[in-house]
T-cell receptor
Framework: DGGITQSPKYLFRKEGQNVTLSCEQN?????MYWYRQDPGQGLRLIYYSQIVNDFQKGDIAEGYSVSREKKESFPLTVTSAQKNPTAFYLCASSISPMQPQHFGDGTRLSIL | AQSVTQLDSQVPVFEEAPVELRCNYS??????LFWYVQYPNQGLQLLLK??????LVKGINGFEAEFNKSQTSFHLRKPSVHISDTAEYFCALSTSGTYKYIFGTGTRLKVLA
């Protein structure tokens, strides 16, 4: 079955540490996205990528970085510059903006 | 710029009663509209989509929505809810000019026994 796989499901970060969240898709979708979800705030866009080797900042990119070296993969790094990283992170993909997104099951990041 | 407004942050409803979750949007160009459902600690799952054509759209789990261009609305309805429908529901839109999707802040549906 095609889909999006996010790993790990739970992740803990120490102060001053960078952590990387994995997102892999086998849907052959060109576009991939990272969202942050906090209680009562819906989804906020961190970064998105329309094609390989290209990505754009979303609404809350500060303290995050991404890469898109392969069509299937779009990892998100939460850097130590992100002072409040505790949240639920969702990865998504779409074949075009005229079609819905497919979502992974999320990664919950907490601070130790 | 586009926007999506979900007017109700929480909607309590008794089991087997009908429910309507409201979604209004703003856009100067044609839109594509989506409703998603999210269960705790899971990703979003597509309920239904409006791309073009018939304004009444049927989705999974007995849900339907009606696209109303004059009211700029895309309300989600179900004639009889079950306990298992308790979840958070998101309305979203996209346009052909950008790869960005705009989401509402979500409506938490709580079905009471």
């Amino acid at each position: 079955d095609g889909g999006i796989t996010q790993s790990p499901k739970y992740l803990f970060r120490k102060e001053g540490q960078n952590v990387t969240l994995s997102c892999e898709q086998n849907l052959n979708h060109d576009a991939m996205y990272w969202y942050r979800q906090d209680p009562g705030q819906g989804l906020r866009l961190i970064y998105y990528s329309q094609i390989v080797n290209d990505f754009q900042k979303g609404d809350i990119a500060e303290g995050y970085s991404v890469s898109r070296e392969k069509k299937e993969s779009f990892p998100l790094t939460v850097t130590s510059a992100q002072k409040n990283p505790t949240a639920f992170y969702l990865c998504a993909s779409s074949i075009s903006p005229m079609q819905p997104q497919h979502f992974g099951d999320g990664t919950r990041l907490s601070i130790l | 710029a586009q926007s999506v407004t979900q007017l109700d942050s929480q909607v309590p409803v008794f089991e087997e009663a009908p429910v309507e979750l409201r979604c209004n949007y703003s856009s100067s160009v044609s839109v594509y509209l989506f409703w998603y459902v999210q269960y705790p600690n899971q990703g979003l799952q597509l309920l239904l989509k409006y791309l073009s054509g018939s304004t009444l759209v049927k989705g999974i789990n007995g849900f339907e929505a009606e696209f109303n261009k004059s009211q700029t609305s895309f309300h989600l309805r179900k004639p009889s809810v079950h306990i298992s429908d308790t979840a958070e529901y998101f309305c979203a839109l996209s346009t052909s000019g950008t790869y960005k999707y705009i989401f509402g802040t979500g409506t938490r549906l709580k079905v009471l026994a």
